[in-house]
């Protein structure tokens, strides 16, 4: 693989500031690098002339010393989910190949816009990102950066393989199971899910309008608190590193360390250590929450298998179905059997959940446990077998999507390797709302996580 070296957001912000860089001739090597890199399946979609025309208007703030942010002229990509106008948003699916093209940008796109970051393009996802695998059958499945014979994390898997190459400083996802904490885990990389609100979701198109949050990919943590700013419009992120003394992380004892492979649960304790020894106070404790939300998809289903069904029924039961990833179709089609009783169920029994968490866990309170129970496994036999796919993406999405149903915001930190020496990852979240506190605890964690 022709991998480059990963690129920090706010290094290259400061060479564009400074006059060490320039804008419009990182936006054309980005370009050439997403062009010529030898996994074609990682972008679907560049973007030449929108980026010409931003690098373009980044130099000229630059210059003039009036930077839109602190991200001007910074190259950013986007997950096939967006609306960028002028492009047709196929959400992976090729089914959408000739949809219209957008009118306008997504919210958060035109957010970026407004920041100066330069839109390279588009990263493959999977098919309308039902997923934590990453396997595309229309557009290619991206190699891992690690390994390109592994999987790359889905459903945001062009997003986190791009940042983990160094072919762009920073891209975006969706996180609705776990679509960003799993490949930024599987890929070595930083993977920051948002609570739900904390962006617009306007022109992004859905999966789970209940569970459907936007996260971002990057190189490290302050480079994601950087763009979170920029996401919200503000004019500089307000976001400090946290003291680890006293902070109380909560480690849960039931389900997130069941089947994990002993060298990523021994990355975690390890990583866990080096927190404690930093001054973090360890709370190991089972929380009732993860065993009600694993009893309640097993008697209900699931709240995301209801809305898929709900959004794409005229597709999977129709003759669209033939040109879906069969994957993705039979995992739709069984929403159908989710019962509008137990739906209902699903959202009352998540709304006491969530507050059943506040009530138990005071304001401060980071969970932590590994992002995904194993590394990412050999692409070829899950391609090959749809009951080992099943089963290993049904684990791969286990840990993460508890923070979902309970909106809880996450970071995804690597830890170290494992397996074939393949990344692991330790997750460590926040109460839903508590982003700023999250992101800055994990300023404060991020060396120690990754024993640096």
């Not at 493959?124 to 991206?142: D, K």
């Not at 400090?240 to 360390?257: K, M, Q």
Request: proline content about 6%; overall charge neutral; aromatic content about 4%.
């Amino acid at each position: 693989m022709d991998a480059q070296p990963r690129r920090s957001a706010l290094h290259l912000a400061a060479a564009l500031a400074l006059g060490a860089a320039d804008a419009e001739e990182v936006a054309a090597a980005t370009l050439a690098a997403a062009r010529d890199c030898d996994d074609p399946a990682i972008f679907t979609t560049l973007t030449p002339e929108r980026a010409a025309a931003e690098a373009r208007a980044a130099v000229l703030r630059l210059r003039q010393g009036r930077p839109a942010s602190l991200l001007d002229g910074v190259p950013v990509a986007w997950k096939d989910l967006f609306d960028i106008a002028g492009l047709p948003t196929t959400a992976g699916s090729a089914l959408l190949r000739t949809a219209p093209p957008a009118v306008a940008d997504a919210a958060v796109v035109q957010r970026l816009a407004e920041a100066g970051m330069v839109c390279i393009g588009r990263v493959n996802m999977t098919e309308f990102a039902y997923s934590g695998i990453g396997l595309n059958p229309h557009f290619g499945t991206p190699g891992n950066a690690c390994d390109a014979h592994r999987v790359p994390g889905g459903s945001s898997s062009g997003s986190a393989v791009a940042v983990a190459r160094g072919l762009v400083p920073v891209a975006i996802g969706s996180d609705t199971g776990g679509s960003v904490r799993i490949p930024a885990a599987f890929n070595g990389i930083v993977g920051y899910k948002s609570s739900g609100g904390r962006y617009p979701m306007a022109g992004a198109f859905p999966l789970s309008r209940t569970l459907d949050t936007i996260g971002v990919f990057t190189a490290g943590v302050a480079d994601a608190v950087t763009v979170d700013a920029a996401l919200r419009s503000l004019p500089a992120a307000q976001v400090r590193r946290a003291s680890l003394a006293g902070r109380r992380i909560v480690v849960p004892t039931n389900i997130v360390f069941d089947e994990v492979q002993p060298a990523v649960a021994a990355n975690a304790h390890a990583a866990l250590a080096r927190l404690a020894a930093a001054g973090a106070e360890l709370v190991p404790a089972a929380l009732p929450a993860f065993d009600a939300i694993m009893a309640l998809s097993a008697r209900h289903g699931t709240i995301v298998a209801a809305e898929a069904y709900a959004l794409l029924r005229a597709h999977v039961e129709g003759a669209d179905a033939a040109r879906m990833d069969p994957r993705v179709a039979t995992r739709v089609a069984n929403g159908a059997r989710i019962a509008m009783v137990d739906y209902v169920v699903l959202l009352q029994e998540r709304r006491r959940l969530i507050a059943a968490c506040a009530a138990a866990h005071a304001p401060g309170t980071i969970f932590a446990f590994p992002t995904v129970a194993h590394v990412a496994p050999l692409t070829a036999p899950l391609a090959a077998d749809a009951a080992l796919f099943s089963r290993v993406n049904m684990l791969t999405l286990r840990n993460t999507m508890l923070g979902n149903f309970l909106d809880w915001c996450g970071v995804s930190l690597p830890s170290g390797s494992g397996e074939a020496g393949m990344p692991t990852a330790l997750l460590l979240s926040g109460l839903p709302g508590a982003d700023d506190d999250l992101l800055s605890v994990a300023l404060a964690a991020e060396a120690a996580v990754r024993g640096d």
